[in-house]
């Protein structure tokens, strides 16, 4: 039976993962998510049912589009892959006995609604990390929706909501302040607002990791890119997707770091 789940979940992420990659595409260009079939971008021809299956349909289609032969990118697969694994992870996480990671204290707390919930965060989560890493926006209508649903999700479990909410409008008062005094250039208005629903959701002190381990992953790609020559000092870098990364890590090895940290 546990296998059978296991499937269904791996069809399900990537069913989901098949949705972001069109709402990630769609939304900085302004095009309604429920406005048609997908279609190639080259050709703009509409896809078939058949040719629209993850993964499956790229691998029988060689990644190129049946009418005009074209490539298809390979952000698609990439993303119904990722978001299926990130499923299938979330799916299969154990809170060790006497936990107190975020997952384990947000799945004590709202029972049966924990993995929906979750799934339904990591879904807006990838967008958010897709979006800004090849547009540099983050759209409201994502990061409020998020932070909307973990209010109401807040209100209705034991969790300390007063402690949940002013950890969020301290990150999102601390990202504000950088935002300011870099002058835009260290971050934008999207990450600020992003801060607003990570410290809600990861409280006190998790949103001390959150923020930690943001800014040592940025640091440490940034250098790297600048070895690369990807990329270099002064040149802007998306600071959504270290924010994206590095709150999943905190949702489910926080109190490890912290531990690590003699916090």
Partial sequence: MELIYTFLVLILGLAVGSFVSALTYRVPRGISIAKGRSF????SAKISWYDNIPLLSYLALGGKCRRCKEKISLRYPLIEGATALGFLYLFSYSCPPGSFEVACLWKSA???LYLPFLLFIFTLMTAIF???LES???PDSLVFTLFISTFLILISTDLPIFTHLVSGFSAALFLLVLFLITKQKGMGLGDVKLALFAGAFLGW???VTWLFASFVLGAVVGVILILLKKA???KHIPFGPFLVVSFFVSVFFGERILAWLNF
């Fill in 136 to 138: 540099q926006i983050i």
């Fill in 130 to 132: 897709v979006i800004d």
């Fill in 40 to 43: 190639c971008p080259k050709c």
């Fill in 110 to 112: 709202t029972g049966s």
């Fill in 232 to 234: 270099s000092f002064g």
């Fill in 205 to 207: 002190p998790h949103t």
